[in-house]
């Protein structure tokens, strides 16, 4: 069974600055983070393919950055000038043909 751990996560100010790292028990194709706000569906964030291709949704562009390290098949989300409205759980996903799993969420406030 493949394994996700979390890790990275707390409590921040607005405009300020935290990276996430997931390490996975096997490489897969795509590694992300997704997030749930309060009240809200769960969302992409950013993913990652292993050839290195990048998604992310567009309020995070230019603010956070995905990245991976295929040897220790983990993926770091950086995320940058955080704002309130970002409070959420965040979610590491990983995911190929046979394989579809998620982290146990990581909450993230961002505090005004």
């Known amino acids: 069974q493949v394994q996700v751990v979390e890790s990275g996560g707390g409590l921040v100010q607005a405009g300020g600055s935290l990276r996430l790292p997931c390490a996975a028990s096997?490489?897969?194709?795509?590694m992300g983070w997704y997030r749930q706000a309060p009240g809200k569906q769960r969302e992409l964030v950013a993913d990652?393919?292993?050839?290195?291709?990048?998604n992310s949704v567009d309020s995070v562009k230019g603010r956070f950055t995905i990245s991976r390290d295929n040897a220790k098949n983990t993926v770091y989300l950086q995320m940058n000038s955080l704002k309130p409205e970002e409070t959420a759980v965040y979610y590491c996903?990983?995911?190929?043909?046979?394989?579809?799993?998620w982290g146990q969420g990581t909450p993230i406030p961002v505090s005004s």
């Open positions: 996903n990983v995911r190929d043909a046979y394989n579809n799993v």
């Open positions: 096997i490489r897969t194709f795509k």
């Open positions: 990652i393919t292993s050839g290195g291709r990048t």
